[in-house]
């Protein structure tokens, strides 16, 4: 659950600009406001908008069940759907579709060939203008220089990437100097619990395979 209470963390900053707004507020704007309110950015409603997962996984889906509490539609593109999961707000469609119908698009796959540079100028062509896209899966999968011209250019209003190409981010990213966008420092699985249950389930996989009934196996 870190990671999609992470993805919401950045999902919400782009639709409200809560820190800044903050910021502004102890700057003295607010004060000098002739209004009783004020706001520096458009502010983004959720409910009704479309949020496109890339990996329905069993990270991918929990963003997907925060997303349909906040009344968005769900669509989902994953390389063995399971059926069983949709719902009238969520459906498994063609990577095209989600591109195209998406308002958020969000990264849950793993790195793999057919993965590698999956966001792209080619596949931010397909997109809505105005999109926002969230990494917090692998940096390779953005091709960081394409994302940054469709930031600057405005195709894309918006990303936040808690994951880059290198790690840590190298001073030439084209993403640090790219327009609306957030980068953290591979954060998202991060908080103590989290770290805690790492430690946990690594210790009872020891436990397991000591005892001759190894768990979670990966056989190559």
């Known amino acids: 659950m870190a990671v999609a209470q992470y993805v919401f963390a950045l999902l919400l900053e782009m639709c409200h600009h809560v ?39 069993r990270i991918g889906y929990a963003p997907a069940n925060i997303a349909k509490a906040f009344g968005m539609n769900v669509l989902a593109y994953d390389s063995y759907p399971n059926k069983e999961l949709e719902d009238k707000h969520l459906k498994y469609v063609p990577l095209d579709e989600l591109l195209a119908e998406s308002d958020v698009i969000s990264l849950h796959c793993p790195l793999f060939d057919s993965t590698k540079g999956i966001i792209n100028k080619k596949s931010i062509a397909k997109m809505k203008d105005g999109v926002f896209i969230i990494n917090t899966a692998r940096g390779p999968l953005i091709i ?45 699985w991060a908080p103590k619990e989290s770290r805690e249950r790492l430690m946990n389930i690594a210790v009872d996989n020891l436990k397991a395979f000591l005892n001759g009934k190894p768990v979670n196996v990966v056989n190559y």
């Not at 607010?30 to 983004?44: A, G, K, R, V």
């Not at 394409?146 to 981010?169: Q, R, W």
Request: glycine share 8%; proline share 6%; aromatic share 6%.
């Open 19 to 57: 820190s800044e707004h903050n910021n502004r507020v102890k700057n003295g704007e607010w004060t000098e406001s002739s209004d009783f309110c004020f706001w520096s950015y458009p502010l983004i409603e959720l409910a009704n908008k479309k949020m496109g997962i890339i990996g329905l996984g």
């Open 144 to 188: 960081e220089e394409d994302l940054a011209d469709a930031l600057n250019t405005g195709k894309v209003a918006g990303a936040a990437v808690d994951v880059v190409s290198a790690e840590p981010i190298k001073p030439d990213n084209p993403l640090l100097g790219a327009k609306n966008c957030i980068i953290t420092p591979h954060i998202a």
